[in-house]
């Protein structure tokens, strides 16, 4: 049974600029379309330039100093009504995902449930905003440090997270007292146009956040380059994180950058198959794999090695695929075309290396799927590790499955790949679990659970090519986006031999 999916018009769409919805300087639009119905047009945004980008962030640069001033408690208020206003929205945000992303709606109303615990973490961090006192070297001398916001932020966000990304890079930023020039994922700009509208109904004052939509080639590196640009947080491949943390680097820019994952599954003999196959299934076939934190590579132990793929292979077949509306569906469509035919190709990849395609590997057959970028969930045994399928980000639904001959050679393929972003173990040893918390090169650990999620208050990113700059959420977040000050203040009311190094 199909929910009935949101009837959202084919209308245009504008950019948000000191405080108006206005048209871009190219006069021209592009649209998207619905991935489980690629034949449905949501609708028509603003393919802007430069010169739009430059207006948004000479916007947020002209507001800096009133919402600088604007004392923190307050600003975390504004946070606190879009929360509650995030609650009453729920239901329009989450069908809007689904239909402009595909993921199914219960992974959307869960994505929903995650910007909400964000922003009321972040409402009260503007209470907490707290500096330290430390003693000093000399008498009569009082030495505390304060947090102080950096200015204009640029945030650019990706398709796979439409809401929640944004929600966890905006309100720090807004809490701390940045003014901000956000530029969303070119095919999931309604999410972050229903974000901005409930900002702006929260009370955030005019220039503080303005949203520019359109191409990476223009609209976000105008974000990267331009001078007024103080930091730069983007969540986005490693390539373009890479090149983006070059060139702002090189301008002193702080950056932060939330980029890929090749993230490992380690199954030891003596774990419980049931809870790893489940874990398995949700983190590699859930959300279409279209999460940083996929399961996207199995290794496990040769002894159950058998055992465990036969009862991996009964659990994937029974995963529903259907529209992101469908009542109980497991699987629904890649985000775009662009998706649908990189999976593909990494499919196809796979087979010419030698491995076995044990399931899937398709375009499902029906009407129902025709329209859609549907791919079926596919699994590969007779993986090696240097296979591209065991080495590369395929950001789908494809699940590599390679054998150890026991935990330390189990660690090191997990190691073997450039990512290190998330990774999990299945075992019931506890120095086993210790020593892979030691040994792997991750950012995020699971014990006995998917290598998928996080929490609003604990601290988000990878290591080594899955990310740079420092982490995001919880209170980490803020200290990306404030600067640090330290402060002398001597009250001896004399004169004194100054000491400084």
Known sequence: MSKAPLQIEAQVYYNYIRGEWVKSSSGKTYHTVNPANKNQILGYFQESTREDAKLGIQAAHDSFQFWRDTP??????????????????????????????????????????RSLNVLEFMAGEGRRLVGQTIPSELKNNFAYTIKKPLGVVAIITPWNFPLAIATWKISPALVSGNTVAFKPASSTPLSAINLVKLLVDAGLPKGVLNMVTGPGGTVGMELVENPLVRAISVTGHTETGAMIYEKASRMLKKVQCEMGGKNAVVVLEDADLDLAVEGIVQGAFGSTGQRCTSTSRVIVEEKIKDIFVRRLLERTKRLKIADGFTEGVDVSPLASDSQFNKVMSYIEVGKQEGATLLYGGKKPSGAEYENGYYVEPSIFTDVRPEMRIAQEEVFGPVLPIMVAKDSDEAINIANSVRYGLSASIYTNDITKAFKFTDMIEVGMIHINSPTLGGEAQLPFGGIKASGVGIREQGSKAIEFYTDEIVVYVDYTGRRREAKFI
């Open 72 to 113: 923190a408690p307050i600003r975390g208020e504004v946070l606190f009504k879009a929360w509650i206003l995030m609650k009453e929205r729920a239901e329009e945000l989450a069908r809007t995902m689904t239909l402009e992303e595909g993921k199914p709606l219960a992974d959307a109303k869960g994505e929903v449930k």
